[in-house]
């Protein structure tokens, strides 16, 4: 049997043996995937049953829905690397708050603290008031230094959510330069990153390292250990 | 309750598929024994779709990878926890002890770091040389054939350093180190510390037609859909189901109960719990090998009371559970200003640090007894849940303005990316008859067996290694110019709670004298011939290192005594 071979027995031996999604009545299981295709990343039966159920609840309003979407704007402003839409951080801070309840009440106390306060300051609800109006509304909050008031620590929450949200996406991944989860040779730090770093390889430790042009060489060592292939 | 019994009678019944669990399957059934696995957890391989975790992006994830339902994170590949569900362990008086348990097949092999680590001939013998513990019965010469059997079939990455206490191996060629690494490099060596490749079970160069080659993904912690690091399963148990003609079956959600015995007291087989239907079965075997962790193993062999053994299968001595000891540990993190403003490019690398130190000073001139290796982490990772949270913190250190939001986020961001190392120590401790795990007399669990409870203090000598730690980490950073994030004040130091290191061991010791020990040199149980305890249980002493290499040489050993003491007809 050759390797591509037994994973293929591998893989479907243990599919056919209904380990997945064991427990679940065929309609179930149908409705699970439905809900979850997006999110396909190697849940146990109890993850997939526990993210089905968050995703069929609904925590904020569309109006705090709103609210969120145009605060998460000012706090990572559209760009053309990406935008907070594209982002789906509305929808990731959504997700987070039944994911993690105790985000609820900071949050859900925070919006109506803006709206308050914008109707306050502007007569206007937080979303409806003039960028500039929203500004000095965040500014209040937004340097926080030391002991934070709790308007101070909702806006921390936020920001940290929608930053987190942001560069954990597909655009913001982009953004951020990050390069890497694909397959590759890694063959040391770049020369020129090396050099503006004053950096370099130890001729000494050279040898040490793999030769990469002979990776798939089947490995062989004399009886000392010495690696001969 | 009706006990189901099934007419089979197997060579060998295993309990726990992780490192010893496994290599005691592969060797076994090699040699043509038939053989029962026992998993308490599902099936799991890595390289199955449903399951598979390596190369997904954090936004394929709802929570971009939080650790809700995994405390490492989404994609961490341990089906586990530090607490489970109907599951309970108790503690006694302030002990706070962390259980890690991984339900699956692979056990704990799905959790760790592929650390691959030889104990050298000082580790064997540690009483010795500073009095403190027990020496082992065995010594390096009597483990080294099965170091270099598994190097040779599983696979280690490494460099050969001829230092006398970190034997060399069989590698694989090691991976050139990242730039946070040669920045520790730097600052380690300028404090003294040495500074090597490091040792890991993740193939760097082909090793066999089965596995595939480390494509340098960093998704180690995942466990490879390639095969290309250790997990037991794909290593161990899938090539002997390939293998066994039949002659392996494997039992996942079953939940072992007890080693049974017959009528003399024998043990002939196991009784336990099948999670599908929650009735209690039996399986009959010449052999019992207990592989099931350290705690648990011990927790089988105390709840198989019977007339011939009130005190629990082995303990005649009252010593299983006793000398349960982790590895110590103690984190920091510096900020490394030279490291700002990266050009950003692919280093994900192998699934963990390039580079490591072992442990290079000597004891007898410092005021703790035992030593430990640095770990470290750093560099252009994938930004996962938790990336970006207090974004500009780091602006302190230059008296700049922190907090704020806009445009200067993206700068901001981009700015610190890569620019942390942290720092990990992980240690000796001195094993202590005082600290242990025993049956909690008053909770079961939600299968009606009795649970754990546990005792555990860390004396000075722990303390001080933390605090050396601690000093150790200071000066690196100070030598390259960047500032620790936080402290570990005294009079701890930092040091984690015991068992949070995952290290356990030393529950069923070894020993050349039954009474102050549970298993002899193969591993076998004083009291009982045809019983074998094949996991971290029967380390004496536990060195700075992680013990999976060690257990799965010793597993090995033990799996070809067992089957020459079979055709002998000894047990």
Redesign the interface.
């Known amino acids: 049997m050759n390797r591509r071979d037994s994973i293929k027995t591998i893989v479907i031996g243990s599919l056919a043996s209904g380990l997945v999604l064991e427990g679940c009545l065929p309609k179930e299981k149908e409705t699970i995937y439905k809900n979850v295709w997006k999110y396909k990343y190697g849940r146990t039966p109890e993850e997939l049953q526990r993210d089905l159920e968050l995703l069929n609840q609904v925590f904020f309003s569309k109006e705090e829905m709103n609210t969120i979407r145009v605060m998460a704007n000012l706090i990572v402003p559209p760009t053309a690397e990406g935008t907070i839409e594209q982002a789906e951080v509305p929808e990731f801070i959504e997700f987070i708050v039944k994911d993690a309840p105790s985000y609820q009440e900071v949050l859900r106390e925070g919006l109506q603290w803006m709206d308050a306060t914008a109707t306050e300051k502007f007569g206007n609800a937080f979303v409806n008031c003039s960028e500039t109006e929203q500004k000095s509304i965040l500014d209040q909050v937004a340097f926080a230094n030391g002991e934070k008031t709790k308007e101070e620590a909702f806006f921390a929450t936020m920001r940290n959510l929608v930053i987190t949200g942001y560069f954990s996406s597909e655009v913001g991944i982009n953004d951020l330069g990050y390069k890497g989860n694909q397959p590759n040779i890694w063959d040391g730090v770049p020369g020129d990153v090396l050099e503006a770093h004053g950096m370099s390889y130890d001729k000494d430790w050279e040898a040490k390292f793999i030769d990469q042009s002979k990776r798939n060489d089947l490995a062989e060592w004399d009886e000392e250990g010495n690696l001969i292939t | 309750m009706e006990i189901i019994k099934n007419d089979k009678t197997y060579d060998v019944v295993i309990v726990g598929s992780g490192a010893g669990g496994g290599m005691a399957t592969k060797i076994l059934t090699d040699n043509g024994l038939t053989v029962a696995l026992m998993e308490a957890g599902?099936?799991f391989?890595p390289?199955?779709?449903?399951?598979?975790?390596h190369?997904?992006?954090?936004?394929?994830?709802?929570?971009?990878?939080?650790g809700?339902?995994r405390a490492f994170g989404?994609?961490h590949a341990s089906?586990g926890d530090w607490s489970l569900d109907g599951e309970p362990y108790k503690m006694k008086e302030d002990t706070k002890f962390s259980w890690w348990r991984s339900r699956m097949l692979g056990g704990r092999t799905n959790h760790w770091g592929r650390i691959s680590l030889r104990f050298g001939p000082n580790d064997f013998k540690r009483k010795s040389i500073d009095g403190l513990g027990d020496d082992w019965p065995i010594g390096y010469d009597d483990l080294k054939p099965y170091y270099?059997k598994v190097d040779?079939y599983i696979?280690v990455?490494g460099?050969?350093e001829n230092i006398y206490n970190e034997p060399?191996?069989?590698?694989?060629?090691?991976?050139?180190?990242?730039?946070h690494e040669?920045?520790y490099k730097?600052g380690a060596e300028k404090a003294g510390v040495k500074v090597i490749?490091s040792r890991l079970s993740i193939v760097?160069?082909?090793?066999?037609?089965?596995?595939g080659?480390c494509?340098?993904?960093?998704?180690c912690g995942r466990s490879c859909g390639v095969y290309a690091d250790f997990s037991a399963s794909s290593c161990l148990v899938?090539p002997a189901q390939?293998n066994a003609q039949g002659r392996l079956d494997l039992y996942?959600n079953s939940m072992v109960r007890e080693v049974a015995v017959d009528k003399n007291g024998k043990p002939n087989g196991i009784i336990y719990i099948n999670k599908?239907d929650n009735k209690e079965y039996r399986i009959n075997a010449k052999v019992v090998v207990l592989a099931a962790s350290a705690c648990e193993s011990a927790r089988i062999l105390l709840n198989s009371k019977s007339t011939y053994h009130e005190n629990g299968l082995g303990n005649s001595s009252n010593m299983v559970g006793k000398y349960l000891h982790d590895s110590t540990g103690a984190d920091r993190m510096a900020f490394i200003p030279?490291l700002m403003n990266?050009?950003?490019?692919?280093?994900?690398?192998?699934g963990n640090m390039h580079l490591y130190s072992p442990w290079w000073l000597d004891n007898k001139k410092l005021d703790f007894p035992r030593g430990y290796h640095i770990e470290i982490a750093g560099g252009?990772?994938?930004?996962?849940?938790?990336?970006?949270?207090?974004?500009n913190s780091l602006n302190k250190f230059f008296g700049l303005?922190?907090?704020?939001?806009?445009?200067r986020?993206?700068e901001e961001?981009?700015k610190y990316?890569g620019s942390t190392i942290y720092f990990a120590g992980r240690g000796e401790s001195v094993p202590n008859v005082n600290n242990y795990c025993e049956i909690d007399p008053d909770t079961k669990d939600k299968y009606g067996i009795p649970v754990l409870r546990f005792n555990y203090k860390w004396s000075d000598y722990e303390r001080k290694q933390a605090k050396h730690m601690n000093e150790t980490f200071e000066k690196i950073v100070h030598n390259i110019g960047g500032h620790m994030l936080w402290d570990n004040e005294g009079p701890n130091y930092g040091l984690k709670n015991p068992g949070e290191i995952i290290h356990e061991v030393g529950t069923t010791r070894m020993g050349s004298d039954p009474k102050t020990s549970v298993v002899n040199e193969f591993e076998q149980l004083h009291d009982a011939k045809n019983v074998f305890v094949v996991d971290g249980g029967p380390f004496v002493s536990q060195a700075d290192k992680n013990p999976t290499w060690t257990i799965l040489a010793l597993s090995w050993r033990t799996s070809e005594y067992i089957v020459q003491e079979l055709k002998k007809q000894n047990i």
Do not use: H
Not at chain 2, 380 to 391: E, R, T
């Open positions: 599902p099936f391989d390289a199955n779709p449903d399951q598979q975790l190369l997904k992006w954090p936004y394929e994830s709802p929570r971009r990878g939080r809700s339902t989404d994609y089906y270099d040779k696979g990455s460099s050969k060399d191996g069989f590698f694989l060629p090691p991976a050139k180190p990242r730039l040669l920045y730097k490749p760097t160069k082909r090793i066999n037609n089965e596995r080659v494509y340098y993904c960093g998704n899938f390939r996942v599908e030279d990266r050009k950003t490019y692919n280093e994900d690398g192998l252009l990772g994938a930004p996962m849940y938790g990336f970006g949270f207090d974004y303005e922190v907090g704020g939001y806009g445009d986020v993206r961001v981009k990316y």
